[in-house]
């Protein structure tokens, strides 16, 4: 459908049928006029752009992916007043994430361009450290004052919600611009005109504070029910408020870079089918190549253990499958461990707890994957399939009890390494599974070959 579509405004731009494309451009939500843009050619996306009226550019241009945008800025460079038009229009938290993107020298020249009053708002957002609350907080909302009857707020409301946000809530504030308390607007419609605003009010409200972490945000916003949040300074000023769009789109982007970095490499700045090759074997190489290196490693525990295997090849045979059961085990921890630390599940003091379970998950499935592999050896022994020796009982409980073991450290490891990331102050996705497995892999060598030795004995070995 939206293929059809983009063929449809590529043959309009071809003919130059611009009132058509402007008609038809009136009918299509900001989203899908979004993805028209994206998918034509630069010279197409910054025609099509110019047809749009102010606001459904506006509302367009906050759907773009950022190098799209910084195309249309650069496109409408040529006329200055199209680009100040558009800065201006933008809501200021949309217009921040876009400037945090540009270089500092680009970025500065266009807050240059915004209005006196833009440009004190813009400033004072991208004064904030990255990634807080701050950045992504709009000033523009609507606030009335204890004193006030409601058909005052009403009134007031009507004067100077155009430009809010939202008015689902409307928050109360003193002659100091203190946060009083947040009311829904249904209060207010259903309350008597003749009634004060501070008979409304019960002082309990949930405000987030400019200088937390965005993830903060992330974390109320799914324990509550609301589509805004107030944002305040440490003295309690009402700075600005952040709505639920702008923190479910940080959230999308934080799960989309520790998936990325769980899966071994670093995250990407861009989209999958935006980020150049070079690019992308540059994210890709660094993991791989510690990677690697820590792979060497389980080559020097076999090398360790070549007399042993010389002596009794048949315990090279499990080695693959003693192996990949801790690593799985591990990366299987680290998965759970990691999402539940980002779902707040999960917080650093309860490591301990964690351990303990744990511990009897690791038994438990050891002891499991230990049996399996022993009726495996059995079965493969009385049926004639491959023969072990005489001694092929005792490589069995070599490779049951060691698959105990292993399997207990996987998940130990893997559950673990993610609170000592956070503990040291790094990002606990760190802990990607290809990392969990390869450390699993070297120390489930050392494991096997030591119960081995012990079981066997004088018997092969």
Same mark, same amino acid.
């Given at each position: 459908?939206?293929?059809?579509?983009?063929?449809?405004?590529?043959?309009?731009?071809?003919?130059?049928?611009?009132?058509?494309?402007?008609?038809?451009?009136?009918?299509?939500?900001?989203?899908?006029?979004?993805?028209?843009?994206? $998918?034509?050619?630069?010279?197409?996306?910054?025609?099509?752009?110019?047809?749009?009226?102010?606001?459904?550019?506006?509302?367009?241009?906050?759907?773009?992916?950022? !190098?799209?945008?910084?195309?249309?800025?650069?496109?409408?460079? $040529?006329?200055?007043?199209?680009?100040?038009?558009?800065?201006?229009?933008?809501?200021?938290?949309?217009?921040?994430?876009?400037?945090?993107?540009?270089?500092?020298?680009?970025?500065?020249?266009?807050?240059?361009?915004?209005?006196?009053?833009? =440009?004190?708002?813009?400033?004072?957002?991208?004064?904030?450290?990255?990634?807080?609350?701050?950045?992504? #907080?709009?000033?523009?909302?609507?606030?009335?004052?204890?004193?006030?009857?409601?058909?005052?707020?009403?009134?007031?409301?009507? =004067?100077?919600?155009?430009?809010?946000?939202?008015?689902?809530?409307?928050?109360?504030?003193?002659?100091?611009?203190?946060?009083?308390? !947040?009311?829904?607007?249904?209060?207010?419609? @259903?309350?008597?005109?003749?009634?004060?605003?501070?008979?409304?009010?019960?002082?309990?409200?949930?405000?987030?504070?400019?200088?937390?972490?965005?993830?903060?945000?992330?974390?109320?916003?799914?324990?509550?029910?609301?589509?805004?949040?107030?944002?305040?300074?440490?003295?309690?000023?009402?700075?600005?408020?952040?709505?639920?769009?702008?923190?479910?789109?940080?959230?999308?982007?934080?799960?989309?870079?520790?998936?990325?970095?769980?899966?071994?490499?670093?995250?990407?700045?861009?989209?999958?089918?935006?980020?150049?090759?070079?690019?992308?074997?540059?994210?890709?190489?660094?993991?791989?190549?510690?990677?690697?290196?820590?792979? #060497?490693?389980?080559?020097?525990?076999?090398?360790?253990?070549?007399?042993?295997?010389?002596?009794?090849?048949?315990?090279?045979?499990?080695?693959?499958?003693?192996?990949?059961?801790?690593?799985?085990?591990?990366?299987?921890?680290?998965?759970?461990?990691?999402?539940?630390?980002? @779902?707040?599940?999960?917080?650093?003091?309860?490591?301990?707890?964690?351990?303990?379970?744990? @511990?009897?998950?690791?038994?438990?499935?050891?002891?499991?994957?230990?049996?399996?592999?022993?009726?495996?050896?059995?079965?493969?022994?009385?049926?004639?399939?491959?023969?072990?020796?005489?001694?092929?009982?005792?490589?069995?409980?070599?490779?049951?009890?060691?698959?105990?073991?292993?399997?207990?450290?996987?998940?130990?490891?893997?559950?673990?390494?993610?609170?000592?990331?956070?503990?040291?102050?790094? !990002?606990?996705?760190?802990?990607?599974?290809?990392?969990?497995?390869?450390?699993?892999?070297?120390?489930?060598?050392?494991?096997?070959?030591?119960?081995?030795?012990?079981?066997?004995?004088?018997?092969?070995?």
């Amino acid at each position: 459908m939206m293929n059809e579509i983009t063929n449809r405004f590529e043959q309009l731009i071809e003919s130059r049928s611009w009132k058509i494309a402007k008609q038809e451009l009136a009918t299509l939500e900001p989203f899908q006029i979004a993805e028209i843009i994206g $998918a034509l050619s630069k010279p197409d996306r910054i025609l099509l752009f110019r047809l749009l009226s102010r606001e459904s550019a506006k509302e367009t241009f906050k759907h773009l992916l950022y !190098d799209e945008q910084e195309e249309i800025i650069e496109g409408l460079a $040529a006329n200055v007043d199209n680009v100040i038009g558009l800065l201006n229009d933008l809501d200021p938290d949309d217009r921040t994430a876009f400037f945090e993107e540009l270089p500092g020298k680009v970025s500065q020249r266009l807050v240059q361009m915004l209005s006196a009053e833009e =440009r004190e708002i813009a400033t004072r957002l991208l004064g904030y450290p990255k990634d807080s609350i701050g950045r992504l #907080m709009t000033p523009e909302y609507v606030a009335v004052k204890p004193y006030y009857t409601v058909a005052q707020a009403l009134e007031h409301i009507r =004067r100077f919600g155009r430009d809010s946000e939202t008015l689902n809530v409307i928050y109360v504030v003193d002659d100091s611009w203190k946060l009083v308390d !947040d009311i829904h607007i249904r209060e207010i419609l @259903l309350a008597s005109p003749d009634q004060i605003i501070a008979d409304l009010i019960d002082s309990r409200f949930i405000a987030l504070n400019a200088y937390d972490d965005q993830e903060v945000a992330g974390e109320l916003f799914r324990n509550l029910d609301r589509v805004a949040l107030p944002v305040t300074d440490s003295a309690g000023t009402l700075l600005g408020i952040v709505t639920i769009d702008d923190v479910m789109d940080v959230v999308q982007e934080e799960n989309t870079e520790d998936f990325q970095k769980f899966g071994g490499t670093e995250g990407l700045d861009l989209s999958y089918t935006k980020t150049s090759l070079a690019e992308l074997v540059k994210k890709r190489a660094g993991w791989l190549v510690i990677l690697f290196l820590s792979e #060497m490693l389980t080559a020097s525990a076999m090398g360790h253990f070549d007399e042993e295997i010389s002596k009794a090849v048949v315990l090279a045979l499990f080695v693959p499958l003693i192996i990949s059961s801790g690593g799985n085990s591990g990366s299987q921890a680290a998965s759970l461990i990691i999402r539940a630390l980002a @779902l707040g599940e999960l917080k650093m003091r309860n490591w301990w707890y964690v351990m303990r379970k744990e @511990l009897f998950s690791g038994v438990l499935l050891g002891a499991i994957l230990g049996i399996i592999g022993f009726v495996r050896i059995w079965v493969w022994q009385e049926a004639g399939l491959y023969d072990y020796g005489e001694y092929w009982v005792w490589i069995g409980l070599s490779v049951s009890v060691s698959l105990i073991f292993i399997v207990l450290w996987g998940t130990l490891s893997g559950s673990m390494i993610p609170f000592l990331l956070k503990k040291v102050g790094l !990002d606990p996705a760190t802990a990607s599974a290809p990392f969990v497995a390869t450390l699993v892999d070297v120390t489930g060598l050392i494991i096997y070959f030591t119960i081995a030795a012990l079981f066997l004995g004088g018997k092969l070995l």
